[in-house]
């Protein structure tokens, strides 16, 4: 069955970094968008970057984009997100999730979601 599995969250200051993780099994990795969403506490959940099977086409929300990167390892089967810069607004639980085949920003286009990692920036 499809698994994803997060990790590499935790607590670090405004201005910090963090790299997360995502495992994926039970499908043909390399044929699907990654995504990465995030959802702070008391708001909805949000789009912050996805990543094309192969890798070759990213696409980021305008909050993340030049501070974050989002990249994939196929032969492990792993998506990162690479967190540069980073602010309290950006504290939230980051999930990893399963698009298709075509780039979308919609969370409601993604069929698996891992159990989130938790991010806390302070300032």
């Known amino acids: 069955q499809v698994q994803l599995v997060e990790s590499g969250g935790g607590s670090v200051q405004a201005g910090g970094s963090l790299r997360l993780s995502c495992a994926a099994s039970g499908f043909s990795f390399s044929v699907y968008y990654m995504g990465w969403f995030r959802q702070a506490p008391g708001k909805q959940r949000e789009f912050v970057a996805a990543?094309?099977?192969?890798?070759?086409?990213?696409i980021y929300s305008d909050s993340v984009k030049g501070r974050f990167t989002v990249s994939r390892d196929n032969a492990k089967k792993t998506v990162y997100l690479q967190m540069n810069t980073l602010n309290p607004e950006d504290t939230a639980v980051y999930y990893c999730?399963?698009?298709?085949?075509?780039?979308?920003?919609?969370?409601?286009?993604?069929?698996?979601w891992g159990q989130g990692t938790q991010v806390t920036v302070s300032s």
């Open positions: 999730a399963r698009g298709s085949t075509s780039a979308t920003k919609v969370a409601a286009a993604y069929d698996y």
């Open positions: 990543t094309s099977g192969i890798g070759r086409t990213t």
